[in-house]
């Protein structure tokens, strides 16, 4: 059976550009840039600042311990010091459903919120955030369930929370609705201004900062704390920040009709029957445990540990095995993001760029290297850096075309730097952060150096840090992480990395910090 449905691409652009209205006549006469914001705290032209970094959180399902929440409390030292937090992506879990929010956001990262103290007062459409919360969408936050899964979900729902069904990975009984859950979460949801002149008075009030790109949306912490779409820019200390959402360019390129094409369908059909299979075995060996026991506790999760990731990895599969599938590729963003890189680089007040997205295009985790949304993401990644670095000619001076990249997505933590690429992602700084709540995975068998190309192998990346699920029995160790950056003052900048990390070993927590390290 399978556990979640992802939507085709089409159909997230689609259902996004509705609830934002976009490009509305109201909001075009107007002259308003929907892709942009300005943070509102009187803090945003320091040119040194901190932020802090999460990813991958949205579990909530722990009987005995609550990494999530643990993940929060490493944060909370740092809430005055930092000027917002980036999230990258999968926020609730297993499929993005609006009533995961209150045990799997709004408890957890309650003192982020206006009204915090009383957690449960908080409706997941109304949060307002005293210290700025800026995410990015994951894939989990589009997936829908399957239609006989949720109707089974549904008729079962009072008796599985009544027992404390050891089956409940999350999922309640509806996903994402395409996302909906996520944008009325945290987008701007002008879908639901229908009355005459409520949609005049909100621009009036909301959308009053204004830039080299027109009038956009004023984000004020602890009043309006809306983003204006999917995808979005900001400009903080001189640093221009990217938020994208990689769910719509990460679509593979079917496999060939040709002899070695129908030969790798086989394989990858013979892969998904095997991987559907052990589904079968983890969930009857789940059905064995008694998640009201310790060990048996973490057992399970071990089993949803494995369960995620085979779920993840068919997705994968069957993306590739699609018949007769047009590749969708969401150009208008790509092309967004390439004319914002280059303006960036001719707007002399800008001294760096940040880029965060879900889906890394270089990580060592056990399964993503070699995935073909992966690759996808890579590639279109490396045809905007090539445009921007073409347009731009000579202006970086031996610089990367941007200075730091940070993704979700591979439950880890993790710092990689590319060689010569042979494209303009040679020579910059990624960070992945996604090991902030949600089953902890392992670093691949073949170590750190990235290797690329078909004929010939090539060195393109290296990991230089690499903190994940480790050991095995009573050695498992499970450090949960995330992150605090330190933007110092200067052109290029310099960025600080502060990683901090609970660990969960022999049924206890245990708090360390790794060395800080500049970038």
Request: charged share 25%; net charge negative; hydrophobic share 35%.
């Amino acid at each position: 059976m399978k556990l979640v449905s992802d939507p085709a691409i089409a159909d997230k652009i689609s259902r996004m550009k509705e609830r934002v209205r976009w490009q509305d006549p109201v909001i075009q006469r107007r002259g308003i840039d929907q892709t942009r914001l300005v943070l509102e705290d009187n803090r945003a032209d320091d040119p040194e600042f901190s932020f802090l970094v999460i990813g991958d959180t949205g579990t909530g399902s722990h009987r005995y311990n609550n990494p999530q929440r643990e993940v929060a409390g490493l944060l909370q030292p740092h809430l005055a010091d930092s000027s917002f937090m980036l999230h990258t992506g999968d926020v609730i879990y297993l499929v993005g459903s609006s009533e995961f929010y209150l045990d799997n956001f709004i408890k957890p990262y309650r003192e982020f919120l206006v009204g915090g103290e009383n957690p449960k007062a908080i409706a997941y459409d109304r949060m307002v955030f005293k210290s700025p919360i800026l995410p990015v969408l994951g894939n989990h936050d589009y997936y829908n369930l399957p239609l006989l899964f949720g109707a089974i979900s549904l008729t079962t729902l009072p008796v599985r929370r009544l027992l404390k069904f050891r089956r409940d990975f999350d999922v309640g009984w509806h996903g994402s609705k395409q996302g909906d859950a996520y944008a009325r979460a945290f987008l701007d949801y002008l879908k639901a201004l229908r009355l005459p002149g409520e949609l005049d008075n909100h621009l009036n009030r909301h959308y009053t900062a204004k830039t080299d790109t027109g009038y956009c949306l004023r984000y004020e912490p602890g009043h309006f704390t809306r983003l204006p779409n999917r995808y979005y820019t900001f400009r903080y200390g001189g640093i221009d920040f990217f938020a994208l959402d990689s769910n719509t360019f990460n679509d593979p390129i079917p496999l060939s009709t040709t002899p070695e094409g129908e030969a790798r369908r086989q394989q990858l059909i013979q892969r998904r029957d095997r991987l559907e299979q052990e589904k079968l075995q983890i969930l009857d060996a789940s059905d064995k445990l008694n998640p009201d026991d310790p060990d048996d506790a973490e057992q399970l999760d071990d089993l949803q540990v494995k369960l995620s990731q085979i779920e993840e990895i068919i997705v994968d599969i069957e993306k590739q095995l699609a018949i007769n599938k047009a590749v969708v590729t969401d150009t208008e963003q790509l092309d967004w993001l390439q004319q914002r890189l280059i303006e960036s680089w001719h707007t002399d007040e800008v001294r760096g760029r940040v880029l965060y997205f879900h889906h890394p295009p270089y990580v060592t985790e056990a399964t993503k290297w070699h995935q073909a949304q992966t690759l996808a993401v890579r590639d279109r990644l490396r045809n905007v850096l090539n445009g921007v670095a073409e347009a731009v000619g000579s202006l970086p001076q031996g610089r990367p075309i941007v200075d730091l990249v940070l993704n979700g997505h591979a439950h880890c933590l993790e710092y990689l730097k590319t060689m010569d690429t042979g494209h303009a992602d040679s020579n910059i700084n990624w960070i992945v952060c996604g090991g902030s709540g949600y089953s902890l995975r392992r670093q691949r068998q073949e170590g750190t150096d990235l290797m690329e190309g078909e004929a010939e192998e090539r060195l393109v990346a290296r990991s230089h840090l690499f903190v994940g699920r480790n050991g095995y029995a009573t050695e498992k160790r499970r450090p949960y992480t995330c992150l605090r950056i330190d933007v110092q003052d200067g052109c290029p900048p310099k960025f600080v990395i502060r990683p901090f990390v609970t660990e969960r070993y022999q049924k206890q927590w245990h708090r360390y910090e790794i060395d800080p390290f500049t970038i």
